[in-house]
């Protein structure tokens, strides 16, 4: 199957500090990038939904401002977590979706720990 | 009420039983995604069905459209399939997750 390569595969970071995170797809051109969010023992959560070229579509709840998405070409998403806080702590994970069928393509995820 | 719900939501099993991971939901669907997250946590999609059945190797997935209702099947479970099941139906490519159901086979 397609390989979509995220990068960092976990990163800690003081608070108040940003984190970039990576979401390559390797093999195919990916239109559509989706950004989630899980806490522990609970759901992924979609954050923001990115389309190559334009502005990123945010979930109710999440902040545009603090979780900046860009997507800038077919076969990269990223997603920055500005002034990061303690509460921002959480596995983020990115899925791709390529122009050809409906596929799910995960991302390894991203461990994010702010201390 | 949660809009996707597993059942069970953990199964201990022990080498070579059959296994069965169900999943209901009420939002409206074209398409239904099995997902596989192991302890690292990295995602890996295992079906993707709109209807009827898929059958990779060990693994089952089949769908009722009309019941809203999906099953996750395993033959000769072995303990390297220990790990969390995500049921996530979707439109238009935006998916909700169920909460998993975390898996264990014992050798």
């Known amino acids: 199957g397609a390989v979509v390569s995220q990068h960092p595969s976990w ?11 990576e979401c390559r797809s390797l093999d195919f051109q990916a239109t559509t990038m989706f950004w989630y969010r899980q806490f522990p023992k609970q759901s992924l959560m979609l954050m923001a939904t990115s389309n190559e070229g334009s502005k990123a579509t945010y979930e109710q709840g999440v902040e545009k401002d603090k979780f900046l998405i860009n997507h800038a070409s077919l076969t990269l998403s990223t997603l920055t977590v500005t002034s990061a806080h303690p509460e921002d702590s959480s596995f983020y994970i990115c899925s ?14 991203t461990r994010l720990t702010v201390v | 009420k949660n809009e996707v719900e597993q059942s069970p939501q953990n199964l201990t099993a022990q080498e070579g039983e059959f296994i069965t991971i ?3 939901y009420s939002v409206g669907i074209s398409a239904l995604h099995w997902l596989q997250q192991h302890p690292g946590g990295g995602i890996v999609s295992l079906f993707m069905l709109s209807s009827g059945k898929k059958k990779h190797g060990r693994l089952i997935a089949t769908i009722n459209i009309q019941e809203k209702h ?17 049921c996530a139906p979707g439109s238009n490519y935006k998916l909700t997750f169920g909460k998993g159901t975390l898996l264990t086979v014992n050798p």
């Not at chain 2, 099953?71 to 390297?80: E, K």
């Open chain 1, 11 to 21: 990163v800690i970071c003081k608070s108040g500090t940003s984190v970039k995170i």
């Open chain 2, 70 to 86: 999906s099953s996750l099947h395993i033959t000769a479970s072995h303990p390297r399939d220990s790990a969390v099941y995500i």
């Open chain 1, 96 to 109: 791709a979706r390529d122009t050809e069928n409906t596929e799910a393509f995960f991302g390894q995820g």
């Open chain 2, 22 to 24: 169900n999943c209901s």
